[in-house]
């Protein structure tokens, strides 16, 4: 079996009130899980789009057969990922080649946290960068999640 998970974070300011979305898809079905923040940044609400579709994928005892195949829009999150910086950061403790602290810090610990528990689990999840805004259905539905959720937190409806 496929899981596809599409990602997005927003923000109606930045930094300010966001959102964070994910959709996960079978082939038989169609679900989603967003939340957000009320003082936050663009990036952060993409990291936790990811860690949260991670925790929902973990939360279950998560099957070895299952092929996982996470889509987001981001290049900070999927260039991160793909391209080993977030092991390097891990590894010079959490400080970039030129020796500056790592932005989103916390988030970043979160997300290579639960990227060795899945490993540990027999888990992987391939991270996939997907264009934005280019018409792909369950990209533009985690965007418009993600946006609402912002307007929540605008409003003051906070769910963390």
């Known amino acids: 079996m496929k899981v596809r998970i599409f990602t997005d974070g927003a923000c109606s300011e930045n930094p300010g009130p966001g959102g964070w979305a994910a959709v996960f898809?079978?082939?038989?079905k169609c679900k989603?899980?967003?939340g957000n923040?009320?003082?936050t940044t663009n990036n952060r609400m993409e990291l936790r789009a990811v860690i949260e579709a991670y925790t929902k994928v973990l939360s279950k005892k998560p099957k070895t057969d299952v092929e996982y195949e996470l889509y987001s829009d981001s290049a900070y999150v999927v260039n991160s990922?793909?391209?080993g910086w977030i092991d390097k950061w891990q590894q010079n403790n959490w400080k970039t080649t030129k020796n500056d602290d790592v932005k989103n810090r916390d988030l970043w610990e979160?997300?290579?946290f639960l990227r060795n528990k899945a490993k540990s689990l027999g888990v992987y999840i391939k991270i996939i960068k997907i264009k934005g805004?280019?018409?792909n259905t369950f990209n533009e539905l985690v965007d418009k999640l993600a946006k609402e959720e912002s307007l929540k937190a605008k409003e003051g409806v906070n769910y963390d």
């Open 25 to 28: 898809n079978t082939a038989d």
């Open 32 to 34: 989603t899980i967003s």
């Open 37 to 39: 923040e009320k003082m």
């Open 81 to 83: 990922i793909n391209n």
């Open 110 to 112: 979160q997300l290579a």
């Open 133 to 135: 805004h280019a018409g």
